[in-house]
């Protein structure tokens, strides 16, 4: 189009550290889910100004921005952008974190501020509220995430969002909410301001590049604990209309966990095997899964967390346990019980539950807001024992995709899901990993993958079949995906559907020359 004048231009008006070069642009090419795309050019912008010159420099050469907060999406393209030819804008330098608000419970962020600088930070301040954390990985991106509508351990992230600032593709700034109003007090305290909601647009679209969001936080309750349960495959939907009881008669509010036991051998098992290696015991991959069999012993896992008032959190202990012990031992979990059973376990005959105690600990914090990268083995596990890139899958030998769809908190559809699920990946020779999170009272989210070995051309083929698929099968089942990778975008965007002919009037408006992320959840 016209790029090599758009860089030329670029480079009177940013600084030279703004243009990633070399090895550093290659790796941007990189994607643990097996996606290829050329990208010409990335751009690592370190302020505002310098986001709307670039914005405004792509409309006069029509040259395409893909905006990447920090590029984990990690299993559906990564640092990728939709469309080969892109400009990547890489925002990770962009890490300000504003004043928390110890009254309210509410921080700006920039989308460059990674779940662990943000955890750290208000662990440092001493603040009386927490981030609620995903289990991705430490260097994520808060707002990137959010803008995805990752799911949290206690909530929804984009329920969480208070409000947003924008560049459009005509280089202007917008804020939504009432913060557009420069005298308003309430900017970060009430999402829907005065007229049409427009924060909503931002989610998953491609009408611009959020540049800021205010987001809520979590309160530290008085008590909390974490729950494990490990259900049997028949039990599965039986279990989760008694989870939809427990929350609808308010005894549990958090986002409860459940995986195959797919997901136990790819997540749990490596982080035991880590721990038999760290004290010198013979480590296997058979005696760090027999070691996690024998302490999850059903063909799901489930973790849970309350919190809340002691009287209120034993009294939710109470409720959870009376409705889900049919299905399995319950145990909770606090820092107390935790240390006790650390204790315990240094007695003779328990080394085994010592190796669990000391793998699982890092997941059992997650409820409580603090962040680990722990479960980013489960990337390299099935193709090596270890991995030289263990906190940057792209980089890794393994590779893994994702599908993402939302089903009904209804036993039978649940058990059509999983059958379906399992009968796909067989069909393509392979077995998913499948957690399923109770988003509410009313839905689930799957979080389906497929891993492979990326040095396998063939292997790589197949799961790439077997992911496009997988989504297939969840649309004709009316478990819509509410993520989707950049191959399968097609799958959801229909030209003959009214809702996505309105997204493509309302992105001819804010994005009249169609510069930002093309094809990205959009015609």
Known sequence: MGLEDFAAELTALLPADAFVEGEALLAYQAATSGHVRHIPLVLRPKGVDQVQALVRAARRHATPLYPISGGKNWGLGSRLPVQSGNVVVDLSGMDRIGPVDERYGVVTLQPGVTQAQLAEHLKRTGSRFFLDVTGSGTDTSVVGNTLERGVAYNSLRAEQVQSLEIVLGTGEILRTGFAHFPESRIGSLCRFGIGPDLGGMFLQSNFGIVIEATIKLMPRPAAQATFLVSPRASDLPAFFEALRDLVQEGSLDSVVHVGNRRRSEITLTPLIYRQLLAAGRPATRQAAQKIADGQMRGDWSALGSIAGTPGRVRESRRRIRSRLSRFGRVRFMTPTVLKLAMSVSRLPGLSGLRMFLRGVEPLLKLPTGVPTSEALHSVYWPSADRS??????????????????????????????????????????FQPAVTLNLMSDRTLEGVISIDFARADPERQRKAKECLRALNRAYLNLGCTPYRIDIDNMDLILRPDDIFWTTVRSMKQVLDPDGIIAPGRYSL
Not at 391 to 413: K, Q, R, Y
């Open 388 to 429: 030289d890139h263990e906190e940057n899958p792209d980089l890794g030998v393994g590779g893994i995709a994702f599908c993402a769809p939302v089903i009904p908190l209804d036993g039978a559809t649940i058990q059509q899901v999983v059958e379906l699920t399992e009968r796909t990946g067989a069909s393509f020779g």
